[in-house]
């Protein structure tokens, strides 16, 4: 490496499309970047943790919905470079399908929480549209 060469900080975060009955699980952003636009529960995956295990408790802290992490489905990993304003940013994007009688509250960093039609799922913010297109595509697969 030469003194002109940087590194890049890169953050890592896991996010979440909870679907129940045709409808998917979203959270209000209760704070910058993107306050009050809907977008999937989701954050930092903290030191000694895998993406899995943070997606179920992003899950859980932003919307009281538990999942056991071993039935989250890896949908991709999105990495585009300004995919989040406040700088770098990957995200393991995870499916999960919950129980018709699961319910949600706005909990941790979450102004609010809904069950939007998947077919209305549009204008998330940051990237999350085209990760809930993914899980939609993912979830009708054989596979």
Known sequence: MTET????TIRYTADVVCIRGGHVLLIERGWPPHKGRLALPGGHVDPGETSRTAAARELLEETGV???????TLIGIYDTP????RGRYITAAYLVTVPADTTAHAGDDAAAVRWVPLEDARGLAFDHTDIVTAARYRQNSPF
Not at 5 to 8: A, H, L, Q, S
Not at 66 to 72: M, Q
């Open 66 to 72: 538990h999942v056991d992490p071993r039935d989250l």
């Open 5 to 8: 060469e940087t590194f890049e």
């Open 82 to 85: 300004d995919r989040d304003p």
